[in-house]
Structure formats: structure tokens, C-alpha cells
């Protein structure tokens, strides 16, 4: 008997999810972030500053009634509580545009990355199922060496009705590829054994000749023109 390894296909993990692309978006709204976490700390301290200094004002004012307080020329009491005023509402203005930004960029970037996520996971999905059926049809052709393409044809719908009808094998994508086709050649009553655990890696039969290069892996037809061996 003959074995090889079935693929170990791992299901893509967050870390695959950005691109150069995204990581510099990302970097962008976490200093955008960091910089709208400053301006709040800045217009926090320019009130408790304004604070005062409408207080101080208001007591000039009031001292300035006494008949020894009067204002000097051009003096101003509110000229300070009017210049941190306009350098609060500036401050105000400018974290209100940063967030703007920041937001649009924040909301970009997950839509990037749940594009990005749809399309390694749908690249997954066939890489399994490419793998699976490669599988099966080694453990099939190994049982029936003389099998004619159609019959090869056949087990292959066989497998791939049994993956998408039974609940068994709704989360495939996210197990090894042996275990399902483990599962798939008892569901084909091939011999139990052409699929086996071996040292904690999934193995399955293969004949001695070659099919599998020759499979178009997007349309799932056979082309046995190519094979070396007995053609099925």
C-alpha cells in the first residue's frame, strides 16, 4: 500500500488580513486617533485655563468700579479670556475635521479587511475542496486501478454531494483535510483504511500512477489525457 500526506491547509488567520496597503491606513488612524486623544486633553486644560481667567476678569471688572481700580488706558480685562475662547474653538474645529477623517479612514479599513477576509477565506474554501476531492480520488483509484473516467466522475459528485448536503461537514473548511476525507471514503464504502491517522498526520492512498495534476481545479473536470498508468 502506498500513502502520502494529505495538505495541511490552515484557515487564514487575522494576521493575513492586512496588506502594505492597510497597514499604512492603519498606522494613519492610530495617529490620527492619538492626535484627536491630544486636542481632547488640550481643550480640557484651555477650559479649566478659560475658567480662571474669566474669573480673574471678573474681578478686574469689579475692582476697576472702586474709585481706586479704574483701568488703565487700553487695558482689557477679557483679553485673555477671549484669546484661550478663540484657541478653544479652533482646537474644537480642528479635533471635529481630524475625527472626520480619522472615521472615514477607520471605516475604509474594515471594509478592506472584510474584502480581504471574503476573499483568502472563498481561496481557502478552494484549496480544501481542491484538496479533498485530489483525495478521494487517490483512495478511489487505488480500490479500482481499471476504473473507467466516468466512474471516477461519479464518486467525485458522490463526495461533493455528501459535503454540501450532510450537517457533518458544515464547518470543513475549518478541520484537516484527512479528517474529511476519512469521513467522505466511509460515506463511499471504500475500505476504511484509505484514509488513516499516522503520527498525528492524516494519510491516504494513492495508486501508483499519476490523475491528479491533470484535474482542473477550477471547473472540477477531469482531463485523463495527461495520466501515466492505467487510464481510468
Known sequence: MNYRPCPDIRPPSDANLDTPETVEV???????ERHLRILAELTEIGLTLAKSLAELAQARIEAAKGADGALAPCEDPTAAFSKISQTIRRTIDLEARLAEQVNTRRAGLTTARST??????????GAMDEAIIIAVIDAFCDAHPEAEAA????IVESAENFRSEYDEFRNYPDRPVGETVARLCTLLKLDPTSCVLHDGAWTV?????VHV??????TGAADWSAATGPPP
Not at 466512474?151 to 461519479?154: F, G, I, K
Open 205 to 209: 492512498r494513492h495508486p501508483s500512477f
Open 151 to 154: 466512474e471516477v466522475e461519479a
Open 116 to 125: 480581504r477576509r471574503v476573499a483568502l477565506d472563498k481561496a481557502h474554501k
Open 26 to 32: 492603519a498606522t494613519a488612524v492610530a495617529r490620527g
Open 213 to 218: 495534476a491533470t484535474r482542473n481545479p477550477t
